[in-house]
T-cell receptor
Framework: DVKVTQSSRYLVKRTGEKVFLECVQD?????MFWYRQDPGLGLRLIYF???????EKGDIPEGYSVSREKKERFSLILESASTNQTSMYLC????????????FGPGTRLTVT | KNEVEQSPQNLTAQEGEFITINCSYS?????LHWLQQHPGGGIVSLFM???GKKKHGRLIATINIQEKHSSLHITASHPRDSAVYIC???????????FGKGTLLTVNP
């Protein structure tokens, strides 16, 4: 069964901590995405990667960075977590030739206190 | 920039009712995606369509490209259909999807 997995379903961190969210897909997809989802705002794109070591900023990249050293793994990094980064984080992947046909992971609910 | 509007924001129905959720977008698109998210759960793709109609079980999605409008219908609704339904528009030129804010559907037994 093909899937996208995320390292944690729930995470609680303190303000100022460095936070790593990991995402792994087993479908050999070229594209990988990180979104955050907030009530009333919907899904917003943080970063996108279309190949190993390649990345592009999405709509809200401030306060985040990403790493893609292997094709199957895409990491989201919060360099210094802040309370306004409390949110649901969703990873997704897709084939290069079917960019909008996303497969989502289960999500990580991050709380920064 | 494409704006995607969904209506209604919230919808409560009785089991067995016919449900319609609407999605309108402001700029021409190549495809529209309907997604489902159960409470506390991940997001699942229901349909991706660029014209006409698609059907899967009790779910039907239609799109009218000229009117920039899509609808998701659920026939004989069931409490397990309770979820947030999200539409997302794809312009065709890059990877970016523009998401609606979602419709929360609650189906009571």
């Amino acid at each position: 069964d093909v899937k996208v997995t995320q390292s944690s379903r729930y995470l609680v961190k303190r303000t100022g901590e460095k936070v790593f969210l990991e995402c792994v897909q087993d479908m050999d997809h070229e594209n990988m995405f990180w979104y955050r989802q907030d009530p009333g705002l919907g899904l917003r794109l943080i970063y996108f990667s279309y190949d190993v070591k390649m990345k592009e900023k999405g709509d809200i990249p401030e306060g985040y960075s990403v790493s893609r050293e292997k094709k199957e793994r895409f990491s989201l990094i919060l360099e210094s977590a802040s309370t306004n980064q409390t949110s649901m984080y969703l990873c997704a992947s897709s084939r290069r030739d079917r960019a909008p046909d996303l497969l989502f992971g289960p999500g990580t609910r991050l709380t920064v206190t | 920039k494409n704006e995607v509007e969904q209506s209604p924001q919230n919808l409560t129905a009785q089991e067995g009712e016919f449900i319609t959720i609407n999605c309108s977008y402001s700029v021409g698109i190549s495809a529209l995606h309907w997604l489902q998210q159960h409470p506390g759960g991940g997001i699942v793709s229901l349909f991706m369509l660029s014209s006409g109609k698609k059907k899967h079980g009790r779910l039907i999605a239609t799109i009218n490209i000229q009117e920039k409008h899509s609808s998701l219908h659920i026939t004989a609704s069931h409490p397990r259909d309770s979820a947030v339904y999200i539409c997302a528009a794809w312009g065709g030129s890059n990877y970016k999807l523009t998401f609606g804010k979602g419709t929360l559907l609650t189906v009571n037994p």
